[in-house]
């Protein structure tokens, strides 16, 4: 057994969101959302960090993508600042 520490309560509050979050699953529609994109979502299951369950093997079945692996991966969603552009004076 081995012994964790933390050093400030925002990486214990991490952990356990990521604890709870391993059981759960999200669908492929959202979990290309929170990862970015299908196309990063693919290369993420192909390289093997995002693991996938297709319980039919039907066409058109329903992924269920751990929502653990898929937070680890999310893409940054804080807004951008705008930058507001210096008025130039005229002296003339």
């Known amino acids: 057994m081995s012994i964790v520490t933390y050093n400030s309560p925002t990486e214990i509050l991490l952990d356990n969101i990521m604890r709870v979050m391993e059981g759960e699953t999200f669908c492929k529609d959202r979990a290309a959302y929170i990862v970015g994109g299908q196309?990063?979502?693919?290369?993420?299951?192909?390289?093997?960090?995002?693991?996938?369950?297709?319980?039919?093997?039907?066409?058109?079945?329903?992924?269920?993508?751990?929502?653990?692996?898929?937070l680890k991966h999310c893409r940054n969603m804080r807004p951008k600042k705008k930058v507001k552009p210096i008025k130039k004076r005229n002296y003339d």
Do not use: F, M, T, Y
């Open 39 to 70: 196309k990063k979502l693919e290369r993420l299951i192909e390289a093997g960090e995002i693991n996938v369950d297709k319980p039919s093997n039907s066409q058109n079945g329903k992924w269920h993508c751990n929502a653990a692996q898929v």
